[in-house]
């Protein structure tokens, strides 16, 4: 069945640095995939999505790539901030109509000033 | 503003009771999801629903029940057969679209506690 693997957790980094969340995947067909952020007691929020190979999403800075040849998703930062504090979970979905998602174990990212 | 609304936030259960989730959206979307999350763990799926008066077990679906008798609403039942509810529950909702994979909305979850 369809898995994603992520970077075990917690990632501490401070104010300024470049972030990196390593995220690869196995799947048959042509996943979608997603990097959703969940701040502390709150549900999950969409935070950027790639639809096919090459593509590229990014949103408030942050990018991630979708690479077929190696299947990865790798979450990327150029300067991180403690308002970035969060788990950071990667999700493929590959079902057709039904969009059910399946989700790594999350990484914790701390950021401190 | 549209979105997902989860009631209560917070839930005690006693021992061999039977507990209800509310989930609400008005996002006009067809599909709805229920989740649970443990502590350093990913989400897992306990129930989906497409279409009003179907759903589907996920992979986590034993101790649980769900009824879809309108198309905003999506409750979840936690029974007392479930013998370890302790968890976040977060419920989500995404369009139905052929041949594309649509992201999923998430409400705020709800968080469930054995008293």
């Known amino acids: 069945g369809d898995s994603v693997t992520q970077m075990e957790g917690p990632v501490t980094l401070s104010e300024e640095a470049f972030l990196t969340i390593n995220c690869t995947y196995t799947a048959t067909g042509y996943p979608s995939l997603f990097w959703y952020v969940q701040y502390p007691g709150e549900g999950l929020q969409l935070l950027l999505k790639?639809?096919?190979?090459?593509d590229k999403g990014s949103n408030k800075g942050f990018e991630a790539t979708y690479r077929k040849e190696t299947t990865s998703f790798h979450l990327e930062k150029g300067s991180v901030q403690v308002s970035d504090s969060a788990v950071y979970f990667c999700a493929l979905t590959n079902s057709g109509t039904a969009s059910k998602l399946t989700f790594g174990t999350g990484t914790r990212l701390q950021v401190t000033l | 503003d549209g979105g997902i609304t989860q009631s209560p936030k917070y839930l005690f259960r006693k021992e061999g009771q039977n507990v209800t989730l509310s989930c609400e959206q008005n996002l006009n979307h067809d599909a709805m999801y229920w989740y649970r999350q443990d502590p350093g763990q990913g989400l897992r799926l306990i129930y989906y629903?497409?279409?009003?008066?179907?759903?589907q077990k996920g992979d986590i679906a034993e101790g649980y029940s769900v009824s879809r008798e309108k198309k905003e609403s999506f409750p979840l039942t936690v029974t007392s057969a479930q013998k370890n509810p302790t968890a976040f529950y977060l419920c989500a909702s995404s369009i139905v679209s052929q041949g594309s994979n649509q992201p999923q909305h998430f409400g705020d979850g709800t968080r469930l506690s054995i008293l």
């Open positions: 790639a639809t096919k190979a090459d």
């Open positions: 629903s497409q279409i009003v008066n179907d759903f």
